[in-house]
T-cell receptor, first 111, second 113 residues
């Protein structure tokens, strides 16, 4: 069965650089979510999209933005990266906001 | 604001034991609850989803129960195996019309061979 695909799996950036993370949800899922999981922490909700429209915002910094495209893939754009942005970033998708299926995540390291 | 607590934070048991992981949440107005497994540095694998109308859900050696009124869920793992070693996370909808899930901090489980 198709799963949520995230790319890249690993990313190393320097402080103040920009990063773009991509997410390809499960086909026919209507909702995409982004989460951030810091070292030793539980995942924190960042932002969600329902049918390509932004649905809700959580603890997403102003330096971050996201969008969902016509083919339903989503991108998380992160600018002016800080050391504290180093984390695992997960994308999840669901159909009808019921069961959420998570991707394998992108590990971002800011040096 | 929804808060999720998981007890114990860590657990180490010999192979073959049956064990129970606990999850509690503060806002009982949830429509479902999910249990996830996470291996170190890896993604979240959905183990079980319990709808608010259900009392329990089973998948293989896993059984999850939900008591909405008391704000509690348990994950029962039967006949534990070393391959069950991982962190188990409980998550509920954040509520208040918000999207997204609120997670507990997880139970780090080690099954000794």
């Amino acid at each position: 069965a198709a799963g949520v695909i995230q790319s890249p799996r690993h990313l190393i950036k320097e402080k103040r650089e920009t990063a773009t993370l991509k997410c390809y949800p499960i086909p026919r899922h209507d909702t995409v979510y982004w989460y951030q999981q810091g070292p030793g922490q539980d995942p924190q909700f960042l932002i969600s999209f329902y049918e390509k429209m932004q649905s809700d915002k959580g603890s997403i910094p102003d330096r971050f933005s996201a969008q969902q495209f016509s083919d339903y893939h989503s991108e998380l754009n992160m600018s002016s990266l800080e050391l504290g942005d180093s984390a695992l970033y997960f994308c999840a998708s669901s159909l009808g906001r019921v069961e959420a299926f998570f991707g394998q995540g992108t590990r971002l390291t800011v040096v | 604001k929804q808060e999720v607590t998981q007890i114990p934070a860590a657990l180490s048991v010999p192979e073959g034991e049956n064990l129970v992981l606990n999850c509690s949440f503060t806002d009982s107005a949830i429509y479902n609850l999910q249990w996830f497994r996470q291996d170190p540095g890896k993604g979240l694998t959905s183990l079980l989803l319990i709808q608010s109308s259900q009392r329990e859900q089973t998948s293989g050696r896993l059984n999850a129960s939900l008591d909405k009124s008391s704000g509690r869920s348990t994950l029962y793992i039967a006949a534990s195996q070393p391959g069950d070693s991982a962190t188990y996370l409980c998550a509920v909808p954040s509520g208040g019309g918000a999207d997204g899930l609120t997670f507990g901090k997880g139970t780090h489980l080690i099954i000794q061979p």
